[in-house]
């Protein structure tokens, strides 16, 4: 079916890395479809509070992994009932997605053949149900039971190392480059934040935003700041600063207290 017969569409883009916003709303604009993005999203809370002061979009596009959590708990705390398009660039997330929903998912980087895809899909599916609240569920306790790594490997010089995880001090990521620091030693790490995120302690690490991870144990003190932020400051840190977003101070807060 022709695209082009898809009337001027309210789109709500769900997605915590600008880059991928960017490319995102780039390939759509190659897709010759009249369509308007309501808001960009990068956390579930700020997903949450939009769903409850807005008319629900035409359609969404959703990323999984956020910065703070799967995008599978927004559903758990407000009614959404729009068709949802998932992103994702794990693949076993994205075959988890597609089981719930009844629109399709997209895998990063994503494709302009496969955004037209599930745009024509969309376009041509009459019956749009809502996520099964019990598989979402089952789907959730799934994901979030995950099996947390004990170390990681790292260059050195031209060979590899293991490293303890405990070992680290903080992670973090500059120039599409991920990196952790080892009393004040930096570790090239060849995974992207989200990929390394995803396997380790939340009881121990916390992502204070989408280019940094620090360790609980390397905390020394905890400072207020602009905005409502606060200020950590971290061991072996001799040129970061390490900055907690507004939307986040609460939760990290409940974080070190748990």
Same mark, same amino acid.
């Given at each position: 079916? +022709?695209?082009?017969?898809?009337? =001027?569409? =309210?789109?709500?883009?769900?997605? +915590? ?7 995102l709303?780039?390939?759509?604009s *190659?897709?010759? $479809?009249?369509? #308007?993005v ?9 997903? /949450? ?7 629900k ?11 703070d959590?799967?995008? !599978?708990?927004?559903?758990?705390? /407000?009614? /959404? ?5 998932? %992103?994702?660039?794990?693949?076993? @997330?994205?075959i988890?997605?597609? *089981? ?6 997209l895998?990063k980087?994503?494709?302009e ?11 041509? %599916?009459?019956n749009?149900?809502n ?10 306790? *799934?994901?979030?039971?995950k ?13 590899? /190392?293991?490293? *303890?995880?405990?070992? !680290? ?13 080892? =009393?004040s030693?930096?570790? %090239?790490?060849?995974?992207t934040?989200d990929?390394?995120?995803? %396997? ?5 690490? @916390? ?6 991870i620090?360790?609980k144990k390397?905390?020394?003190?905890? #400072?207020? @700041?602009?905005?409502?932020?606060l200020? $950590?400051?971290v ?6 600063? !390490? ?9 990290? =807060? ?5």
């Open positions: 079916m +022709d695209l082009n017969t898809i009337k =001027k569409m =309210k789109i709500l883009i769900i997605e +915590d890395e600008p880059r991928a916003a960017n490319q709303q780039s390939i759509l *190659k897709c010759e $479809v009249d369509y #308007e309501l808001d960009i999203i990068d956390s579930i809370e700020e997903a /949450v509070n939009w769903f409850k002061e807005n008319e979009p035409k359609l969404i596009f959703m990323d999984i992994q956020l910065a959590g799967l995008s !599978f708990e927004i559903f758990q705390k /407000v009614e /959404v009932d729009s068709p949802i398009i998932f %992103t994702t660039a794990f693949d076993q @997330y994205a988890q997605a597609f *089981k719930v929903n009844s629109i399709d998912y895998l980087p994503i494709q053949e496969d955004l037209t895809q599930a745009l024509t899909k969309f376009n041509n %599916t009459t749009l149900k996520l099964n609240p019990q598989i979402l569920e089952l789907l959730l306790d *799934k994901m979030q039971s099996e947390t790594r004990m170390g990681l490997l790292v260059k050195d010089g031209s060979s590899f /190392v293991q490293i *303890k995880i405990s070992d !680290f001090d903080f992670f973090y990521s500059r120039d599409s480059m991920t990196f952790g620091v080892v =009393k030693k930096r570790h %090239t790490i060849e995974e934040m990929q390394m995120f995803k %396997t380790l302690d939340e009881n121990e690490f @916390y992502r204070i935003n989408r280019g940094q620090i360790a390397s905390i020394q003190k905890i #400072e207020p @700041y602009f905005n409502h932020r200020k $950590v400051s061991a072996n840190a001799t040129d970061q600063e !390490f900055i907690v977003s507004r939307q986040k101070s609460s939760d990290f =807060k409940n974080w070190l207290n748990s």
